[in-house]
């Protein structure tokens, strides 16, 4: 017998991109960034800026902007609300958790994902895995030292 279980939370995971994607958070200026990264997709037109705030090697504030589509901004969203808080360490594993997602890898190896798990399902649509991916590369390359980024 089949159950309503799967397209509920497939319904309720549309809702928590949709309302990430209209009330983004991290969008408040931050009074210093310790670092920062510009992150774009040419080929469909996701553009990124992202701004970390550090104090004791945890991530005070995160500041977001992007352009693009509901994936994509509400991706951001997501990174600037789930990343607040966490360890360099920490917030590294978040970002190769939902990389491994994406490639259908096991990634097992984290738990605190909150929303996050609200983008597993784009990797059923693998022109879409890169919109979701932009604002955790762009996060990575900060991270790096590097300015700018483009992926395609």
């Known amino acids: 017998m089949q159950t309503k279980t799967m397209p509920q939370l497939n319904e309720l995971y549309r809702e928590i991109i949709l309302e990430h ?3 983004p958070c991290g969008r408040e200026p931050l009074d210093k960034v310790d670092y920062h990264a510009e992150g774009t997709n ?4 996701d553009e990124v800026k992202i701004g970390l705030q550090i104090k004791n ?3 005070e504030k995160v500041y977001t902007e992007g ?3 509901s994936i994509s901004i509400a991706s951001g969203s997501i990174l600037a609300d789930i990343l607040r808080g966490k360890t360099l360490e920490e917030a590294k594993k978040i970002s190769e958790y939902l990389k491994c997602t994406m490639q259908w890898k096991n990634n097992n190896f984290c738990d605190d994902v909150g929303d996050l798990r609200a983008l597993e399902g784009v990797k059923k649509f693998p022109v879409r895995i ?6 955790w590369t762009t996060f990575e390359e900060a991270l790096m ?3 700018r980024i483009e992926i395609s």
């Open 145 to 147: 030292g590097h300015d």
């Open 57 to 59: 090697n945890k991530i």
């Open 21 to 23: 994607y209209r009330k």
């Open 130 to 135: 890169k919109c979701a991916l932009l604002p």
């Open 42 to 45: 040419p080929l469909c037109g």
């Open 67 to 69: 352009h693009g589509c």
